[in-house]
């Protein structure tokens, strides 16, 4: 058993700088494509009642100024946004136009809150899903808002065990939820879209017959929704560094799901990135199960097929072909899946492949003295293969733990790896801040698995015959 400590991996900003914040790097730097490709406008449509259109705008405009942040003596955790416009932050700003802005009648909306919660989801889609279609024929359009519905029925608060306080509550569902199936259904559009509550932007709304959720300030939430729409504008906010000797190398996250009826086996979803966090969905083959192992497993022949096929859409994507492939998966690898993953390797001539299984189980905690909990880049080798990382847990720059719950290591097993287990760590650490929905830099689970489940939630809701939108944006 052996403990060490990962220092915090630095991310690239505008003109090569870097920084190992998000927030901080935008500041200081502006977005990682500043110097060539950067984003410089950005044309919103808008889809929603008249009322929660002129909320969401009213409060984008004032989001072009700086906003202050939450009064506390942690700065570097608490950053003042500096606005949204050219000179400042991430260089861009949005245009509105009201041919890209779509009303919906808010007394259409208040009768479908009264049917059964499944039907009054199904309802609110169609009608939003009836728009979209609309603003996909407009042209100047790079990201469309939706206004989610006050009144529409979600998954239920997250509760608390009190056996076990220290693991992040669960929240129920009522069946399908406006947000994954709206997603799903959007696949087939030419647009990402960004769902927005109405907390969001109207601080002094209340829901109605549910406890109001957990509010960031203000600042941060203009930081995370400026960074995802920047994002799905085609733009790169920061991106891993990447030292000249070093291969360039595609990220593969491996993971499942199940059907809305939870009786088909789980199918296998390949979330593809590089190091600039362009990222592209693949989905796979069904997988199987056995008696003696209950994990989700892919023949051989799929695995190959699954690895081949996430490296030709990353050449579609891309235009060039990485010369390593670091494969993360949430079930153990069979020799079976061995054998194909390292067939499809050899037949796209990869310099090197490393496979990394990532499970869900929960793992060992170390607690420290003191009031602080463990720092976030402990790294516990238990065995050679064997090993927990803490993403989360107290950051020095941040000088807390910027967390509610006691942050439990991130358990993973070196299968087939040249790369020493610090080396993965770092990558690891790395790749928990390529979050897009998030500019905090202690996000738990690497990017490549962090949305698997999310995912796999819109995209059971697709036929078997219907071919999902290949762009990470459209799922986030």
């Given at each position: 058993m052996?403990?060490?400590?990962?220092?915090e991996p630095?991310?690239?900003?505008?003109?090569?700088?870097r920084?190992?914040d998000?927030r901080?790097g935008?500041n200081?730097?502006?977005?990682a494509?500043?110097?060539?490709?950067?984003v410089?406008t950005i044309q919103?449509?808008?889809?929603?009642?008249?009322?929660?259109i002129d909320?969401?705008?009213?409060w984008?405009?004032?989001c072009?100024?700086p906003i202050?942040?939450k009064?506390?003596?942690?700065?570097?955790l608490y950053?003042?946004f500096?606005?949204?416009?050219t000179?400042?932050?991430?260089?861009?700003t949005?245009?509105w136009?009201?041919?890209?802005?779509?009303?919906?009648d808010?007394?259409?909306l208040?009768?479908?809150a009264?049917?059964?919660?499944?039907?009054a989801?199904?309802?609110?889609?169609?009608?939003?899903?009836a728009?979209?279609?609309?603003?996909?024929?407009?042209p100047?359009c790079?990201?469309i808002i939706?206004?989610r519905?006050?009144?529409?029925?979600e998954?239920?608060?997250?509760k608390?065990n009190?056996d076990?306080?220290w693991?992040q509550p669960?929240?129920?569902s009522i069946?399908?939820?406006f947000?994954?199936?709206?997603k799903?259904r959007?696949?087939?559009?030419?647009?990402?879209i960004?769902?927005?509550?109405?907390?969001?932007?109207?601080?002094?709304?209340?829901?109605?017959g549910?406890?109001?959720?957990?509010q960031?300030d203000?600042?941060?939430?203009?930081?995370n929704?400026?960074?995802a729409l920047?994002?799905k504008a085609?733009?790169v906010p920061?991106?891993?560094t990447r030292?000249?000797r070093?291969?360039t190398t595609?990220y593969?996250?491996?993971?499942f799901?199940?059907?809305?009826?939870?009786?088909?086996?789980q199918t296998?979803v390949?979330?593809v990135?590089?190091?600039r966090?362009d990222?592209v969905?693949?989905?796979g083959?069904q997988a199987?199960?056995s008696?003696d192992?209950?994990?989700?497993?892919?023949?051989?022949?799929?695995?190959?097929?699954?690895?081949?096929?996430?490296?030709a859409?990353?050449?579609i994507e891309?235009?060039t072909a990485?010369?390593?492939?670091?494969?993360?998966k949430?079930?153990s690898?069979?020799?079976?899946?061995?054998?194909?993953?390292r067939?499809?390797?050899?037949?796209?001539r990869?310099?090197?492949?490393?496979l990394?299984?990532?499970?869900?189980?929960?793992?060992?905690?170390l607690?420290r003295?003191?009031?602080q909990?463990t720092?976030?880049?402990?790294?516990?080798?238990?065995?050679?293969?064997?090993?927990?990382?803490?993403?989360?847990?107290s950051?020095p720059?941040y000088r807390?733990y910027?967390?509610m719950?006691v942050?439990?290591a991130?358990?993973f097993?070196?299968v087939?790896?040249q790369?020493?287990?610090?080396?993965?760590?770092?990558e690891l650490?790395?790749l928990?801040?390529?979050n897009?929905?998030?500019?905090?830099?202690?996000?738990?689970?690497p990017?490549t698995?962090?949305?698997a489940?999310?995912?796999?939630?819109?995209?059971?809701?697709l036929?078997?015959?219907?071919?999902?939108?290949p762009?990470?944006?459209?799922?986030?």
């Open positions: 052996k403990l060490t400590f990962i220092e630095d991310l690239e900003f505008g003109n090569g700088s920084h190992i998000p901080s935008i200081n730097y502006g977005p494509d500043l110097s060539n490709t950067g410089r919103i449509g808008i889809v929603g009642t008249k009322e929660a909320g969401v705008k009213a984008l405009d004032r072009r100024e202050a942040p009064e506390s003596p942690l700065s570097h950053l003042p500096p606005g949204f416009h000179s400042v932050g991430f260089r861009s949005i245009i136009n009201g041919r890209l802005e779509r009303t919906l808010k007394r259409a208040e009768n479908i009264t049917l059964s919660p499944l039907q989801v199904q309802k609110g889609v169609e009608l939003y899903e728009e979209l279609r609309t603003l996909d024929e407009e100047n790079d990201v939706v206004c519905p006050d009144d529409l029925p998954r239920e608060e997250p608390t009190p076990r306080p693991e669960k929240a129920a069946g399908f939820d947000h994954e199936l709206l799903a959007s696949l087939s559009g030419s647009r990402p960004q769902i927005i509550r109405r907390e969001t932007w109207d601080p002094t709304y209340k829901p109605k549910r406890d109001r959720r957990r960031q203000e600042a941060t939430k203009a930081w929704l400026h960074t920047y994002y085609g733009g920061w991106r891993m030292h000249v070093d291969l595609c593969v996250g491996v993971a799901y199940r059907s809305t009826d939870n009786e088909t086996l296998s390949a979330q990135f590089n190091e966090g990222g969905i693949v989905r083959a199987t199960q008696k192992d209950r994990q989700p497993h892919l023949t051989g022949d799929d695995a190959k097929d699954l690895l081949e096929q996430s490296l859409r990353y050449r891309h235009k990485p010369a390593r492939v670091m494969l993360h949430t079930s690898f069979t020799l079976e899946e061995l054998e194909g993953f067939a499809a390797a050899e037949a796209e990869l310099a090197m492949l490393e990394v299984w990532i499970p869900r189980d929960d793992s060992p905690r607690f003295q003191g009031e909990t720092l976030r880049g402990t790294l516990l080798s238990l065995t050679d293969t064997r090993h927990l990382l803490y993403t989360r847990g950051v720059f807390t910027p967390g719950y942050p439990s991130l358990p097993r070196l087939d790896v790369s020493s287990a610090a080396e993965i760590a770092t650490l790395a928990s801040k390529m897009w929905n998030a500019t905090q830099l202690d996000g738990r689970v990017i698995l962090r949305t489940d999310s995912i796999g939630r819109i995209l059971k809701h036929g078997p015959n219907e071919r999902p939108a762009r990470y944006a459209y799922y986030m």
